[in-house]
């Protein structure tokens, strides 16, 4: 079974264009989640996303946004870019029945200039 | 809210040696789970062990085995006969479980230790 994909894998913005990440789920994943990864912040939670709902959200500005298609694959956007939102960007799917574990994807790593 | 804590930024070992990396969490809840992830220079995270906390049994994959210790809040890996391959950032991850949180997949991660393997 295929893993979690993501794409672009690489991305380089200048500051106050809009991104947007792409992430497909293994096959027969319904819930897919993203975080944040840099080195000052660590690891962090964006928001989740099940059966095309938004079911959780971290604390991150308006300016991040995602959605889900029926297919479960998974966007997330970013508008309005700072140099802050430099970072690896990961996707992680589950089967989400309660006590899943979530696999991650190889993440998208976004420069912003 | 739940928070993890790696007190270890940076850990070495000798290959075909024995490690353990700490982890402590705070949380007050009574269901969840807890997990060690391994992401290598390729950066991709890779799940290594699972714990649930109403098993009262540590969790056990191959060379990697936990010691967990529910009223202590202590989460530790064990990495028995290091390989060349192990060298990695671990992280440890908290998870929500129970009815209440059905749904809920949000990991909440440590800062993560850096494993170095000496050959």
């Known amino acids: 079974k295929a893993g979690v994909t993501q794409t672009p894998r690489y991305l380089i913005k200048t500051r106050g264009q809009q991104v947007t990440l792409s992430c497909s789920p293994i096959?027969?994943?319904?819930?897919v989640s993203w975080y944040q990864q840099t080195p000052g912040q660590g690891l962090q939670f964006l928001f989740e996303?099940?059966?095309?709902?938004?079911?959780n959200k971290g604390n991150f500005p308006g300016r991040f946004s995602g959605r889900q298609f029926s297919n479960s694959r998974s966007e997330m956007n970013v508008s309005t870019l700072e140099l802050g939102d430099s970072a690896l960007y990961l996707c992680?799917?589950?089967?989400?029945?309660?006590?899943?574990?979530?696999?991650f994807g190889p993440g998208t790593r976004l420069l912003v200039l | 809210a739940q928070t993890v804590t790696q007190s270890q930024p940076e850990m070495s070992v000798q290959e075909a040696e024995t490690v353990t990396l700490s982890c402590t969490y705070d949380?007050?809840?009574?269901?969840?789970?807890l997990f060690w992830y391994k992401q290598p220079p390729s950066r991709q995270m890779i799940l290594v062990i699972r714990q649930e906390a109403y098993k009262q049994q540590n969790a056990t994959e191959n060379r990697f085995s936990v010691n967990f210790q529910k009223a202590a809040k202590s989460f530790s890996l064990k990495i028995s006969d290091s390989q060349l391959g192990d060298a990695a950032m671990y992280f440890c991850a908290y998870r929500s479980g129970g009815i209440s949180n059905f749904g809920n997949e949000k990991l909440t991660f440590g800062t993560g230790t850096r494993l170095t393997i000496i050959p």
């Open positions: 096959s027969g994943h319904r819930s």
């Open positions: 996303y099940f059966s095309e709902t938004q079911r």
């Open positions: 949380t007050s809840e009574s269901d969840y789970y």
């Open positions: 992680a799917s589950s089967l989400a029945e309660g006590r899943e574990t979530q696999y």
